[in-house]
């Protein structure tokens, strides 16, 4: 595959204007965490399941559709005609597959058995999970980056007044549309099959609706959300070598987007995520300051996620638990 | 409730199994090392007296004590290697250079008919485990072939000198040149302070008027901060102005820091970007910067480089070839030097090189060096952990054939610190893809720039010490 | 009626740390053990005599302190946190703070029992100080408000360059001597060799017996905090948060309180950790020593001293164990010879084109390398554990202990 375009030698406005700089990589960052975020929460509302694994379950994904983009060359050693971008379409497409039957795989064995469990032995049994597909993700990785394999290589929007990557474009269009498609799927059958069990799971099931199949169809959502997340992570200007072992812990800023937003709700997800995504991106412009050290844009998701809970403990948009004795 | 009962007697049993085995791993390694540590106190005590029928090569009388056993005829070089950690998928292949190159001399006849055996331990790159496996192979082995990670091989220092035991640090920390904590200490290659000299230098001689301005950013620790403080010290001499300065302000793990950074090195918009950190990091920020439309040269110290960045599908091969500048500590596959060739012929004859990269040759130096402190400790008749020390201390214009620039271990401070770069290079992805060369240019070989060559070099460019 | 067991005839009987004679006399031949053991005079276990051995018992007991105020509030209190790390690493730089010899960092030279207790005690003030955002998110939430604290103390940490040393290169920790005051020689030094009472120990078997000490001496604290007033109000919160208040327990107090003690012992923990291993940088007080203490008291057993005590053992000396056995394992495949040659081979790669799951030739053979493979190991056994055994470890040995004071009826 060879890139589309090189923009090397073409004449630039450097740095642009550094407000639309900083919006523009608050919203690519933004949707990447609403991706990991989204996905997280309806898996969180469908099985109760916080899932720790989610950057792990990412990695994995980006490092299947490098394998069957570049490695194996999927479907393109049968497609040897076809524009790149098709061979390339196609790879994400039976990685994505893929994925959510792993995901769906992994809730089957590891976590049906925890069902009715304390959530907090829930949650640290996707501890254990992290564990064991990050160390043998990262064996398959190995000692270099996987480079996504994309078409879309260096190629550049330039507006003038603001530089947008076509990659960093692809990803904000492709988050809208899986929100879009998110919101249609809640009013699907299986949708409001899903919103039944997230509200009442044994009410749910007296209803005769199929909760193993809720719980399945959730996690195989959430997996291929992580890796269309995964892959917006390893393209230029991001990761432009690819994915690597370090991968795995970029959900970890997820975290923080889910609770401001609140466990239990998908619209705190994405909101939550472009929150956390341009607060970042502002304090990495706005805040460089030489008394606040190394690394405080770094913190500020999880300072705002503090004062959040502060003031409303189930985050923005989540509800409130009722207690009973 | 059945099948989970059932499930437990299984688990059981296993746990039972595997505690079984423990226990038999565990007495197996109490009887070998009582069994060394009997035959060490023999040969101690023998040395004194008139056993010298076991030495091989009957040259004179050797004297050991630990991890030299002449009855088995085996010397035994501990590695302190992190094979889990960051850095895990570089030291893997640096272990394999040492076991290659060991082949080969123990083929040899080894040192005087003795065997080496390197025995590498896995550090996790983490301070605890390093000083854990620090005490666990220090009665095993004469000396240390490499210990990874500058902060780890500080935290062992203090116990490398009580103990007397020699060890390679495995970075290019400037500090190891520094006879205030070296004393046990081989430095090897061209410490990153001094890197940064040669590649900036380099640099300004092919650029001219063309570079003026430079932006530096660092990782934090003596990696970043070396390296850092050689770059402002060549940016001083060469009279260029430091237009973006990120002092440790890269955190690799951080997301916002590397947007930080870049955002800094493209409103500088200066002429050269010098930027120290990891491998994923840098091209982060060179992508970040490049969407951003900035069109500087780039460099950093060696380990910011990973030969990925110019694979056949990486998005940014062509661009990274356009513009970065790198300096090597050891030579480059494919390079020119007879060093280097007859390791080339070594790795490939062994059949152990997945993929051709210059890291094998790290291996390779180390243990040339190690080979040098062993020769002459057995020449000195005196092959005991602290002989081993005392003979490499001495050793002079250690040859490497252009594997790497050669090293000396006497004299001050100024006289013994390594000032040349293995190689300036360029990367070249035509190259990496046809398979003949790890995909490096080489402009430059044995490479000492003159700004280099004027720094009086006293102390480690940046102290790590408390 | 004497003598019979389980027969209580005073409520102080039933509450006595040691209720049974049994346990009185497993625990006196315990205790000889733990003296005996860097002898090397009890066969079987003499290996563990060695000064590497020894390293990872005292990193047992170190790990197990941690451990056990993680138990206070998990285990006891019912409350969740991914932030036993952070207390650690305030514990160890206050530790560093007061205890280390001036230099390029801060150090004040205080002698070990001023800077151990104070690394306690400044941990847990933070601790409670903290509290008031814990206390008021609940479960899971509250998971995420630690797991922030973690992120924000690693930054803290890093930058805060003359008391950490900054990231990456981080600085000393005081060593474990005893001293009056700050006297040049200590007057007892726990770290090099030299004689005891007429009996030669090297320095790695003088700080087991210091750390066994510790350890032993918060075992006792914790057991005790069981069977007090502030002990079954923390498990009637966790029983039923609810239930308790009304019931009079005021929950915001008792949870601050298992914050303060947790942090306690995190504190002291974290602080003999830096100082058992000498430097430590800032950057190693992050998540996943807290996934660790957690996977402690989870193997060992949520709630029971005696399972965190186990899950340390069990936790610490794995990998080790996994690692002589695969070493072990992959010598007698390659002699090759007999069915465990065979079945081992399944398992072990030994060369370049050789099948297996753990290699012993790290990044070139097919298959996880030892470490990787102990990592993969560490984290199966979390899930296992809590799917099979929520009691962990302790779980286990109830059911032996069950099965065989009942045997030969099964019930």
Redesign the interface.
Known sequence: ?T?AA?????E?????N?FT?MLV?GLS?GTIYALLAVGFVIIFKATQV?NFAHGAIAAMGGFLVASM??ILDIPGRWLPDAPAWVSWVGSVVIALVAMALIGMMLERV?LR??VG?E???????T??????IR??V??FI?????????P???A?F?LGWV?I?HT?ALQIAVALATVGAIALFFRSRMGIAMRATAFDQEAARAQGISVGKVFSISWAIGAVLATVAAIFIS????????V???TA??A??A??A??IGG?DSIIGGIVGGLIVGLA??A???YL?FEF?????????P??L??LV??VR???LFGTE?I??? | MKAKSKWLAIFLVLGLILAACGGDGGTDETTTSAESTDTTEDMTSTTEGDMTSTTAGGAGEIATDVGVDLEAGTITVGLLSDLSGVFSSLVQIIVTGHEVYWEQVNANGGIGGLEVVVNPVDTAYDPPTHVQRYEELKDEVVAFGHSTGSPHTVAINDQLQADGILAIPLTWYSGWSDDAINANLLHHGVPYCLESMNIIGYLKDMMGDGLQTIAIASNPGDYGLDSHEGAVLAAEALGLEVVYEGREAINAADEATLTEVANGIVQSGADLAYVTTSPTAFSTIFGTALAQGYQGTWSGAGPSYNPAFIAPDSPIKDAIAASTYWSAYYGLWGMDTPGVQEATQLLTDSGRVEVPVSAYFEGFVEAQIMHAALEQAYANGDMTQAGVLAAAKSLENVALDGLGPDETYVGANNDQVQRASAAIWRPDPEALASGESAGEEVLETDYTNAITEAYEFNEACYSLEG | MRGRPMLYTRYETDQALMNTGTKKLMLALFLVFLILVPLGVIPGVDFLAQDEWLRLLSEVSIYGIAALGLNVLTGLAGQVSLGHAFFMGVGAYTAAWLGAAPGPFNGLGLPIWIWLPAAGIVAAVIGVAVGPTAVRVRGLYLAFVTLGLVFVGEYVFRNWTSLTGGAQTGRTFPPLEFRLWKEETPLIDFVSDGPWFGIELSGEAKTYYLLAVFAIVFVVLSKNLQRTRVGRAFQSIRDRDVAAEIMGVNEAKYKLIAFGISSFYAGIGGALLASFVGRMIPEQWNLFLSVEIIAIVLIGGAGVVTGTILGSVFVILLPRIVEDVTHGLAAIVVEGSGPIAWIGDLFISTGLDDFGFVNTQAGVAPGLSIPQFNQVLYGLLIILFLIFEPLGLYGIWLRIRNYWKGWPFTY
Request: proline residues 8%.
């Open positions: 595959m890139p090189v923009v090397l030698a073409q630039v406005t450097l740095g642009g550094e700089e990589e960052l916080i983009a570049t590891f058995p925890m469990e959530l907090f032995a829930i949650a640290i049994v501890l254990g999970l992290d564990i064991v160390n043998v990262n064996d190995g000692q270099f980056p996987r480079p996504m394999g994309d879309f290589a260096l550049i330039d530089r990557a960093e393209m230029f200007p991001r990761r432009p070598a690819g690597d072992q370090q812990f970029f970890f800023k975290f923080p889910i609770i466990l970042e991106s304090a990495s412009t460089a606040l050290g190394t690394g405080f844009a770094g913190i500020v999880y300072l996620m503090l809970l502060l403990p189930y985050g638990e207690r009973r004795v």
